[in-house]
């Protein structure tokens, strides 16, 4: 059985930093695209970065690239986001998933109904 389960999510000043950790089960990361999701009430679901299977192929949103960086401990079966220079807009519940479907990490970037499993997510507050 696959599952996710998301921590590190709290509360941080604008121009701070989080690590987000994402803890796997039930599967091998090669096997599987990665990646992480963000929502803040009353909108849409939003990609934030994706790594795709077998080819380990990173992608960002544009709002977060050069700032957020995914990673993954292949040992520890976990999937990071590390998250710098925090800004107001980035507060919203983050979200894992993962799917073993043959997409791109860019797929799913930008089409999160295509990820199959997903953790029960992490809040993000950043204030001003």
């Known amino acids: 059985e696959v599952q996710l389960v998301e921590s590190g999510g709290g509360l941080v000043q604008a121009g701070g930093s989080l690590r987000l950790s994402c803890a796997a089960s039930?599967?091998?990361?090669?096997?599987?695209?990665i990646g992480w999701f963000r929502q803040v009430p009353g909108k849409d679901r939003e990609g934030v970065s994706c790594i795709s299977k077998g080819t380990g192929d990173t992608y960002y949103a544009e709002s977060v690239k050069g700032r957020f960086t995914i990673s993954t401990n292949n040992a520890k079966n976990t999937v990071y986001l590390q998250m710098n220079n925090l800004k107001p807009e980035d507060t919203a519940v983050y979200y894992c998933a993962a799917d073993n479907g043959d997409f791109s990490g860019n797929y799913y970037l930008s089409w999160s109904y295509g990820m199959d499993y997903w953790g029960k997510g992490t809040l993000v507050t950043v204030s001003t």
């Open positions: 039930g599967f091998t990361f090669d096997d599987y695209a």
